[in-house]
């Protein structure tokens, strides 16, 4: 039995006065140790976000090295008129070089170079005494030849008579009949040297051949002339002149005769001349595989030289609708002649098309496409059908025409033109 003195122990330890439950420093620790939690789940949760946008831009970034970029150009409408220009050489309608036809020393030369000439009129004399002396040799010999036929036709009629009365043999009246005809054909023959020497005689004379005026003169008096040897002048005639072109086989069907071209010269850039198509091959040739147009170039004036170089500025009009894209979008393989075609979510097509004319750097293309399509330009082999990409467009340079609307010839030129060892001398 407990005593009933003795104290009962506590039920609640005792309380130190300022460290109630409820006291303000507790409460303070309390409100402390959630704000270092809510930053540091504060700070992880940024993290978080951090890591994840990193993620999506690498994501991104990788994404984006993946895409190719590709540069395009647009298919354009071909253009049915454009010009063509040529590389020439003015000629005169007639040239020729003058030579010799009978020997011996320059007499005198009565025309030099750019004096004008009409047809017959005396260039020079040469002079041959020899000729003369053979002229004479020749003249008696007919006069022998001729004294010795009226002889043996005398005695022929004298024999004749007889034969008629039977008083001879007949073999004498045939060798009668025979000296008369032998000396018949000698006369024939002495009169044929006679003419020839005559001839001989009147080709000392060099005259023109036609109107025209003299480009060169290469002789002087006292030069020994031979027959047929060196040139003594050239002549030609300037009204009008005429133009010889080879005009490559993509615009060899596009000229025809009759058709009006431009003409300009280089010393006068300012100025155009106007000429015509004379003629046209009826064929090409077959190692430049072009055409030979000639042109008639009027030169009323005589102010445009025969051997000046020219360009001859062709208008040509094409009947074939089609369509132009440069040469480096196609791709051929086994599948035949393809282009990169960039759709409009920006996927690649490939598409097959039909060729038409090569013009150099650009291409018609017939059938496959359409005005505006957007085609990748050097297209790479890694590209596949579908692939998505990025077409970045190339500068548009402004050509109205086809790109091989430039100058030919020697250089193409080129582009185009070709060239037949002939077109040289054009």
């Not at 094409?318 to 369509?323: D, E, M, R």
Request: some cysteine; hydrophobic content about 40%.
């Amino acid at each position: 039995m407990s005593d009933p003195h003795t104290p009962c122990p506590p039920d609640h330890p005792p309380v130190t006065p300022g460290h109630s439950p409820g006291s303000p420093n507790l409460r303070r620790t309390r409100f402390l140790g959630l704000g270092v939690l809510g930053l540091l789940l504060a700070g992880g949760g940024l993290r978080l976000a951090f890591e994840h946008q990193e993620a999506r831009a690498l994501e991104a970034r990788t994404a984006s090295a993946v895409v190719r970029h590709v540069s395009t150009v647009k298919v354009r409408q071909g253009n049915a008129q454009r010009t063509v220009t040529l590389p020439a050489t003015l000629r005169g309608r007639s040239e020729t070089v003058i030579h010799a036809r009978s020997a011996g020393y320059l007499k005198a030369w009565h025309k030099t170079i750019g004096d004008r000439v009409k047809k017959g009129e005396l260039l020079a004399t040469i002079d041959a005494p020899e000729q003369d002396q053979e002229l004479a040799q020749a003249q008696a010999a007919r006069d022998q030849v001729q004294v010795r036929l009226d002889l043996a036709t005398q005695t022929l009629v004298r024999w004749e008579k007889l034969n008629a009365l039977d008083s001879i043999a007949k073999q004498d009246v045939d060798e009668k009949r025979s000296a008369v005809a032998q000396a018949r054909a000698d006369l024939a023959a002495v009169k044929a040297n006679l003419r020839r020497l005559e001839q001989m005689k009147e080709f000392r004379r060099v005259v023109a051949p036609f109107d025209g005026v003299i480009t060169r003169r290469s002789i002087e008096i006292g030069d020994l002339i031979a027959a047929n040897g060196k040139e003594l002048f050239a002549i030609a005639q300037t009204d009008p002149l005429h133009i010889t072109i080879w005009v490559p086989q993509v615009y060899a069907s596009e000229v025809s005769a009759g058709q009006e071209v431009a003409i300009s010269l280089p010393e006068n850039p300012g100025h155009t001349h106007h000429a015509r198509v004379a003629h046209a091959a009826g064929a090409l040739d077959p190692g430049s595989r072009a055409r030979q147009v000639e042109l008639v170039l009027p030169n009323p004036d005589g102010k445009l030289l025969p051997g000046s170089y020219a360009q001859v500025t062709l208008g040509l009009t094409s009947g074939l609708k089609a369509l132009l894209v440069p040469t480096n979008t196609l791709v051929t393989g086994q599948e035949g002649t393809r282009v990169l075609s960039v759709t409009a979510d920006n996927r690649i097509r490939f598409v097959p098309v039909r060729l038409g004319r090569d013009l150099g750097r650009d291409i018609e293309i017939l059938s496959g496409l359409e005005a505006g399509a957007v085609l990748v330009s050097s297209p790479s082999d890694l590209l596949t059908e579908g692939e998505t990409v990025t077409p970045r467009a190339l500068p548009d340079k402004g050509r109205k025409g086809a790109p091989g609307d430039k100058p030919a010839g020697p250089k193409a030129a080129a582009s185009d033109t070709p060239p037949n060892p002939s077109a040289a001398k054009s």
